[in-house]
């Protein structure tokens, strides 16, 4: 069974540009979360998706938009890059939404904006 | 708004010293309790996950406790390695579930 996988690994984008990341849910999840974990702080919920459609969102702007595909895989896309934008993006999978599935971590995209 | 407080932030202990991390919530309307483990730079391992309708977990040398009434849990090291040495993360996981809201950490240093 494939874990959640993440891409890029590593990323350094200037101010003002916008970014895309990408992750891949595990076998058989059909629900992914993105969080962001700024250096030295615990992750931030960002939001969910579930089956292609929004499932909740944090407290983050519009500028922070996602998408879910057919297979379950998730973009995380962020326009207007801004410096407190530079963290870790962690995205998890699980078998559903709800409080009974656990969520499952990948490795990270570790996005530097200049 | 769950507000998730870890303490302490930073612990250091030599090893083979049976240590306790401590969590605590402000909303008791949780769905279940989740412990992760985050080495520098990467992403999150799941250590123990409860059930808001269970009181404990154990797995290995680690036991996690949760008491939703008032609010707190603890993570239990036994017999602590050098290897333990990681940042440890609590998180809760609300009724909707839809969302992890987490602690800041504690970041713990395993002396040989």
């Known amino acids: 069974e494939t874990g959640v996988t993440q891409s890029p690994t590593h990323l350094i984008k200037t101010r003002g540009q916008q970014v895309t990341l990408r992750c891949s849910s595990q076998?058989?999840?059909?629900?992914v979360s993105w969080y962001q974990q700024a250096l030295g702080q615990g992750p931030q919920f960002i939001f969910q998706?579930?089956?292609?459609?929004?499932?909740g969102r944090g407290n983050f702007p519009p500028r922070f938009s996602g998408l879910q595909f057919p297979n379950y895989s998730s973009e995380l896309n962020v326009n207007a890059l801004e410096l407190d934008d530079s963290a870790l993006y962690l995205c998890?999978?699980?078998?559903?939404?709800?409080?009974?599935?656990?969520?499952?971590f990948g490795p990270g995209t570790r996005l530097t904006v200049t | 708004k769950q507000e998730v407080t870890q303490i302490p932030a930073a612990l250091s202990v030599p090893e083979g010293e049976n240590l306790v991390l401590n969590c605590s919530f402000t909303?008791?309307?949780?769905?279940?309790l989740q412990w992760f483990r985050q080495d520098p730079g990467k992403g999150l391992t799941s250590l123990l996950l409860?059930?808001?309708?269970?009181r404990e977990q154990t797995s290995g040398r680690l036991n996690a406790s949760l008491d939703k009434s008032s609010g707190r849990s603890t993570l239990y090291i036994a017999a602590s390695q050098p290897g333990d040495s990681a940042t440890y993360l609590c998180?809760?996981?609300?009724?909707?579930?839809?969302?992890?809201?987490f602690g800041g950490g504690t970041r713990l240093m395993v002396k040989p």
């Open positions: 998890a999978s699980s078998h559903g939404t709800g409080g009974f599935y656990e969520q499952y």
């Open positions: 409860i059930q808001s309708s269970q």
């Open positions: 076998s058989g999840h059909n629900t």
């Open positions: 998706y579930y089956r292609e459609e929004e499932n």
């Open positions: 909303d008791s309307a949780i769905y279940n």
């Open positions: 998180a809760v996981s609300d009724n909707a579930g839809n969302m992890l809201t």
